[in-house]
Structure formats: C-alpha cells, structure tokens
C-alpha cells in the first residue's frame, strides 16, 4: 500500500481536460460555467478599493481562481468595517467576490479552467511567441545578408563604371567633357597610326616581289593604300583620289553637341563688321567725294548707242586688277580646283570606306608573312626549297625572327585601330549624339549604385526593427513561460490531494 501511495500519476498536458472529465472531476458544462464566472469578474474589478496589491492581480493578462482567493483575503482586510456580529459582510465587493469564489469550487470548475489555461499556453501562447522571435531572428539574418549584397553589387557597379571609362580612356570625373575632349584628339592619333605606316617599306617590297615570283613577272601593286600611307602618311581623300595635294582644306561641318548654354544677354552677330566693310566696298551707288548730292549713276542712257559710248561708257574695271580673278570649275562640279571639300577633304583614316580599306591590307600582310614563317620553319621540305631557288634575294635572305618582327609590327597597327577605345570615338565621331548615350550608359551604372546603397540602409532599418521586435518579445516570453510553470505546479498540487498526496507530473510541457 505503501509503495502504491509513492507512485506518480503522470498526465500528458494535451489530455489533460479530457482527463478531468473521465474521472468526474469536472462536470461536461464547464466551459458554461467558466463564462459565468468570467462575467462575474468583469462586473466586480470595475468597483475595487485602492490597494496597489490588488492593481497588480488585475493588471495581469487573465484572472484566475487564486487570483480571486487573494483579492478576498486582502478585502478582509480593507472592508472588515462592514463585518456584522454574525461574521458575515455586508460589503457588496465582499460579497462579489466571495460568489465568485463559489462559483469556481463549484463542480472543481477552478480546475479545468486552470487546465485548459495552460494547454493553451502550452499548445498555442508560448510557441506563437516562440515563433515569432525566431521570425524575427530569421528575418535579421535575411537583411544582413541583403545588406551585405547590396554593399557588394554597389561596389561592383562603380567598379564597372570605372572600368568602362578607363575602356574610353577617361577618368570618369566628367564623362562628357572628356569624351568630347577625346575626340579632339582623335585626328592626332589617327595621324601617328598613319605614320607607324610609313616602317612598312620593307614588308610591302617583300610581299610585292612575292607575288611577282609566285604569278611570274606580275605588274600588279599590292596594297596600293598602304603604298600611299607608306609614302605620304594620313592624306585627305582629295590627295588620295587626286594624286596631288590640295591647296586648302574645308573640312564638313559636323553635328555639335552643345556644352553648355551660352549666358542670356548676349547676341551673336557673327562677322557683322567685317561684312558690313567688304559690303560697302563692293556696292558702288556712284557717289563721290566732290559732289556728294549728284544723282546716281546707274549706267543707264536715254541717248544714242554713239553718245552712250562716248559720255556714258561702262567701266568694267581693271581687267589686270589681281583683286578680280575668275575661277576655273571643273565640268558638273561647284568645287573650285585643288579645293578639298565636303568628304574629300577627311582623311584617309577618318573614313570609313579607306579605314576599313587600310585595316583589310594590313591583315592581307599579316597573313602573308605568317604564312612565310609557316614555311620558313619547314625546313625539310625539299619542294619548298628548291621552289624558292630562283627566288630574289629578298625572299631568300628573310628569317624567321624579321618575319616575327615585321609581324608584330603588324599587330600593334592593327590593335591600335581596331581597339575598343577607338570604335567609340569613331562612333562619337560619326554621331556626336552618341556622346550622350554614353554618357548616359555610364551614369546609368552610378545610380544603379546609388540605388543599391539606398537599399542598403533600407534593409539596415529594417533589420534594426526586426532587432527591437525580439527584444520586445523576449520578455513576453520569459514571463508567459514563468506564469504557464506556475499554473503547472498549481494543477499538480490540487491533483495530488485529490490522491492522498501521490505525486503529480504532467507530461510534455517542455518549458
């Protein structure tokens, strides 16, 4: 008997009501009950004396049945006026809480609303709590690690920026400004590449005998616009076709993107008062300094031819006046001889017919001295070399290591021309407009990084939120959990007098 009084009742806290109820320790109502009781308590908390103890009972979130023991026991205390010779008070608080009291003994219905509070903070209370600080956890980590990225993908857009400006060859402070100042620059450089040209006499000679010993005696000239460039230089397309050089240069107006608005207030006249002198110069009204009120001389007779001729003739001036020229047109052309104008006066490397035409020769050489260093590695050939027997001399005295060279320099012409940075400033040059897509193109990656460091600090507010969002749940929590322990021990206690004092242990509460 003695080791049966000694064994736990061990109770799982979800089937902790039906519990209860199998073994008649509730009634089947009492959920009725409890909302009895309940209302009770909402009418009698509105008429409470002051006693700060009894604030604290009722500031808690739900007032239970030991709640309501203590509240009595303290308004023994603060109505004893009102006790009669009987022991009974006539207070109505007292006597409010004391049928609420009674109505909670009544059918044990203290008990299974005590059992029913904390399988419901058990099941339901602490790990919604629970789950939203690991929301809130879960949700740091997610805008730290947005954070970090942001910070990263910034940096790499700036990155990308400068790298594209440095593929222009600028530093990027004022993209437009020094896109603009490129291509002023571009005619200079284009002249150095035409010049780099000119240290091709040797390959050209190579190439132009090579052919004339492989076709037998050809008169053909090979790369005839490197032959020119080689000689001569980055010519004006005028001297190219021509063949002479011009005696002046009007190169074509092109489409100006503007750099800034010229001030208000201020009018262009232009050559106004150049103009207006040359005006005065060639219009002739027939005033003269002696009699400045004589009518004007239109050259215009009424009289005979004979007296027109004698006291009327026109004077058509000096004919051997150097001033008055007349110039000599070429037949269906407006241009005067040795003028370059209009396209005829870019130059060879600013055009895209001749560049394209300059670049195709340039790799034409290429091919043909790497197929000679090809050949000249293959010495055991015997058909090669008794091929080349008759050759020149410049063929045969050529090796390996002049082939490589003149093939490098080669290359280093062809890179110059073809590379990134000058596609754009031939594209700026053949459309000044393209200046502001790039620029454009190129603060377009700045505010992407703009951007991205807003969204940075956005997600550095939102994490700090989240952040006090669990510091103000912690202590929900820790309370919650304090209070359901509380509630546990209460339930054990009152369980186990039911059982003459055998130990209680409600199982799966996990707090």
């Given at each position: ?46 008429d409470m004396p002051e006693n700060e103890e009894i604030k604290q009972l009722l ?77 809130c956890q879960q949700l740091q980590q997610e805008y730290s690690r947005k954070e ?338 509380d509630l546990q021990k209460l339930i054990e206690a009152d369980i186990s007098k ?14």
């Amino acid at each position: 008997m003695q080791d049966y009084q000694n064994l736990p009742i061990d109770i799982q806290t979800s089937k902790l009501l039906d519990w209860l109820v199998d073994r008649r320790h509730c009634s089947l109502k009492w959920q009725g009950q409890v909302r009895t009781v309940r209302e009770k308590i909402a009418l009698a908390i509105q008429d409470m004396p002051e006693n700060e103890e009894i604030k604290q009972l009722l500031s808690g979130s739900y007032i239970h049945y030991f709640h309501c023991l203590r509240i009595v026991d303290i308004l023994k205390g603060t109505e004893a006026s009102t006790k009669n010779i009987f022991g009974r008070y006539s207070s109505q608080r007292m006597k409010d809480w004391q049928e609420i009291v009674s109505l909670y003994e009544k059918d044990n219905t203290y008990l299974v609303e005590l059992a029913n509070l904390l399988v419901r903070n058990v099941s339901y209370e602490i790990p919604s709590l629970k789950k939203q600080i690991g929301k809130c956890q879960q949700l740091q980590q997610e805008y730290s690690r947005k954070e970090e990225e942001c910070q990263l993908a910034a940096a790499e857009m700036r990155e990308r920026f400068y790298s594209s400006c440095k593929q222009y060859g600028i530093t990027g402070d004022d993209v437009r400004r020094e896109l603009l100042a490129l291509v002023k620059d571009l005619p200079s450089q284009l002249d150095d590449i035409g010049a780099g040209a000119k240290g091709l006499l040797e390959v050209i000679n190579l190439y132009q005998a090579c052919v004339q010993f492989v076709c037998d005696s050809s008169t053909e000239q090979v790369v005839p616009l490197l032959r020119h460039m080689q000689v001569l230089g980055n010519t004006t397309i005028y001297q190219w076709r021509r063949g002479v050089e011009p005696t002046s240069v009007e190169r074509p107006k092109t489409e100006e993107v503007k750099e800034a608005v010229e001030p208000e207030g201020q009018i262009d006249w232009g050559d106004f008062g150049e103009e207006s002198t040359s005006a005065a110069e060639v219009v002739n009204y027939g005033n003269s300094a002696e009699g400045a009120n004589e009518e004007i001389d239109w050259g215009i007779s009424l009289e005979s031819d004979t007296q027109a001729s004698s006291t009327g003739d026109i004077d058509w001036g000096d004919t051997n006046d150097d001033a008055a020229q007349i110039t000599v047109l070429e037949a269906g052309s407006e241009t005067p001889e040795g003028v370059a104008r209009g396209p005829d006066a870019l130059t060879l490397l600013e055009t895209l017919e001749t560049r394209n035409q300059f670049i195709d020769e340039l790799m034409e050489l290429e091919i043909f001295l790497s197929q000679r260093i090809v050949e000249t590695n293959e010495e055991a050939d015997i058909l090669s070399v008794s091929q080349f027997q008759l050759a020149p001399p410049i063929l045969q005295d050529q090796t390996k290591e002049k082939l490589e060279v003149m093939v490098a320099t080669i290359q280093d012409l062809i890179g110059r021309l073809t590379s990134l940075r000058m596609q754009h400033l031939f594209m700026i040059l053949a459309s000044p407009r393209y200046v502001d897509r790039v620029t454009e193109l190129l603060h377009q990656k700045l505010k992407q990084a703009d951007l991205l460091l807003l969204k940075k600090d956005l997600m550095v507010l939102k994490r700090q939120e989240a952040l006090e969002e669990q510091t103000s749940l912690e202590p929900k929590l820790d309370l919650l959990v304090q209070k359901t322990r509380d509630l546990q021990k209460l339930i054990e206690a009152d369980i186990s007098k039911r059982y003459n004092g055998r130990p209680v242990n409600l199982m799966g509460t996990s707090l």
